[in-house]
């Protein structure tokens, strides 16, 4: 298993990276890159709200592959299961443009942890969604929900910076 969650390089239009992007890094600590597609559009020529929950999917997925968390929970015969989740669009984004998707941990339970998002819009050079999922541990078997095995709750802890103070 991964230990350590490491951010990949960010792809930039300017030489510089600009100051609102230094705070989404620090906020962050866990990034990928996404580019919107002509059919992320709705009618009124923006992003349609409902995409923005896919983007905090493939943040989320891209996360816990990189902690190869499947394998482990599916050996235990466990599953990550969404039990809620929340979406607030502060900017509207266009086609097109390559988005920044990032995730931390808030809070890390016995059996769930919460997960905060953000996306931040390269051509605005702006955050411009902010999120948030609980995500549970569920026996597969039972479909109740179950602790999260020692081990990856230490891995989850261990990749969000120490300030976050989550105990793994």
Not at 3 to 10: F, K, L
Not at 46 to 75: A, G, P, S
Not at 106 to 135: K, N
């Amino acid at each position: 298993m991964q230990e350590q969650v490491t951010q990949p390089e960010h792809p930039s239009t300017e030489s510089h990276q600009s100051e609102a992007m230094t705070r989404f890094l620090n906020d962050y600590p866990v990034t990928m890159t996404q580019n919107v597609q002509w059919g992320d559009m709705d009618a009124l020529g923006h992003v349609n709200n409902t995409v923005y929950y896919r983007y905090f999917e493939n943040i989320r997925i891209d996360f816990f592959q990189r902690l190869d968390m499947f394998e482990l929970m599916e050996e235990q015969q466990l599953a990550p299961v969404l039990s809620e989740s929340q979406c607030r669009f502060r900017r509207p984004v266009f086609f097109p443009d390559t988005l920044l998707l990032g995730t931390r941990i808030s809070t890390l339970a016995d059996d769930r942890l919460t997960m905060e998002y953000g996306i931040f819009s390269h051509s605005q050079q702006a955050l411009v969604t902010q999120g948030r999922a609980t995500v549970v541990c569920i026996n597969t078997e039972t479909n109740r929900p179950t602790p999260l095995p020692p081990m990856l709750k230490a891995a989850l802890a261990d990749s969000q910076p120490e300030e976050a103070g989550l105990a793994g």
